[in-house]
């Protein structure tokens, strides 16, 4: 029988933005709503098309879009492998969820500001919030803005 030495562990890296086209997608937009519970044939009605880009993106020089790694943020309807537009220009605030920076690791939370406290909150019962101390290096990378779930 063979022995294999297990290679030493990695340290973490940065999540890599996903690169976002130049390119348009346009999509067909039906005129009217659609109830969650109703199907209709709306293909068959479409008015216009729209731009996704125009309709997700705020800001195009600070928005990156990233994959979602674990399961912290469930609760708030975010899973392992969603892609979540991340705005750099939004000022975050307190109830956001954010992209932050703790001591180096990445990490997407709920932000809790209060009293001079600082805290990143899971969206998963399972995990504790993170108290931001004294002397750590914290900073908000930025503000999610969509969260896209693939359905199928």
Same mark, same amino acid.
């Given at each position: 029988? &063979?022995?294999?030495?297990?290679?030493?562990? &990695?340290?973490? &890296?940065? !999540? &890599?933005?996903?690169?976002?086209?130049?390119?348009?997608?346009?999509?067909?937009?039906? @005129?009217?709503? %659609? /109830?969650?519970?109703?199907?209709? /044939?709306? *293909?068959?009605?479409?008015?216009?098309?729209?731009?996704?880009?125009?309709?997700?993106?705020?800001?195009?020089? *600070?928005?990156?879009?990233?994959?979602?790694?674990?399961?912290?943020?469930?609760?708030?309807?975010?899973?392992?492998?969603? *892609?979540?537009?991340?705005?750099?220009?939004? +000022? !975050?605030?307190?109830?956001?969820?954010?992209? *932050? %920076?703790?001591?180096?690791?990445?990490?997407?939370?709920?932000?809790?500001?209060?009293?001079?406290?600082?805290?990143?909150?899971? +969206?998963?019962?399972?995990?504790?919030?993170?108290?931001?101390? +004294? @002397?750590?290096?914290?900073?908000?990378? @930025?503000? %999610?803005?969509?969260?896209?779930?693939?359905?199928?």
């Amino acid at each position: 029988m &063979q022995s294999v030495t297990p290679s030493p562990p &990695q340290p973490p &890296q940065p !999540p &890599q933005p996903v690169f976002i086209p130049d390119s348009k997608v346009l999509l067909p937009v039906c @005129g009217w709503k %659609v /109830p969650a519970g109703f199907p209709s /044939p709306a *293909a068959d009605h479409t008015r216009k098309r729209v731009d996704l880009n125009d309709h997700l993106i705020r800001n195009e020089c *600070a928005t990156h879009l990233f994959r979602v790694k674990g399961d912290s943020m469930i609760d708030a309807g975010i899973y392992e492998g969603d *892609a979540l537009l991340v705005d750099r220009s939004i +000022e !975050p605030k307190h109830g956001n969820i954010v992209l *932050a %920076v703790l001591n180096n690791e990445f990490t997407v939370k709920r932000l809790h500001r209060r009293g001079g406290v600082i805290k990143l909150i899971a +969206e998963n019962k399972l995990y504790p919030p993170i108290v931001v101390k +004294e @002397g750590e290096e914290f900073s908000v990378w @930025g503000v %999610v803005t969509y969260n896209l779930h693939k359905l199928y």
